[in-house]
Nanobody, 126 residues
Framework: QLQASGGGLVRAGGSLRLSCAAS????????IGWFRQAPGKEREGVSC????????TYAESVKGRFTMSRDDAKNTVYLHLNSLKPEDTAVYYC?????????????????????WGQGTLVTVSS
């Protein structure tokens, strides 16, 4: 099970840290991804982290502003959101992939992520 938290209301330019806590399995053995769904839009991939070397991949829209990290001792993955923009407003989801068995995040494509947590809402005001 994955539990996402840390969302909230923040002004443009502000920061948030989202957490994705795993239970029932060790998240460091899985590729973990963050996704978001804005009102009226399809869900999109934001970032992912490999299980082998913690290499991270980011969508162009968040590159340079968002950072993903792991804390294996806490069995938790984080998404640090900086320089937030109103267009970052969305429900953010974390998910684990049982498909990326080699441990590398090849693509932030939700079709390859099959264990999902509930979302956490991030609202960025202008």
């Amino acid at each position: 099970q994955l539990q996402a938290s840390g969302g909230g209301l923040v002004r443009a330019g502000g920061s948030l840290r989202l957490s994705c806590a795993a239970s029932g399995f060790t998240s460091d053995g899985y590729v973990i991804g963050w996704f978001r769904q804005a009102p009226g839009k399809e869900r999109e991939g934001v970032s992912c982290i490999s299980s082998t070397d913690d290499n991270t991949t980011y969508a162009e829209s968040v590159k340079g502003r968002f950072t993903m990290s792991r804390d294996d001792a806490k069995n938790t993955v984080y998404l640090h959101l900086n320089s937030l923009k109103p267009e970052d407003t969305a429900v953010y989801y974390c998910a684990a992939s049982a498909y990326y068995t080699a441990g590398y995040c090849v693509s932030i494509d939700e079709r390859w992520f099959n264990y999902w947590g509930q979302g956490t809402l991030v609202t960025v005001s202008s």
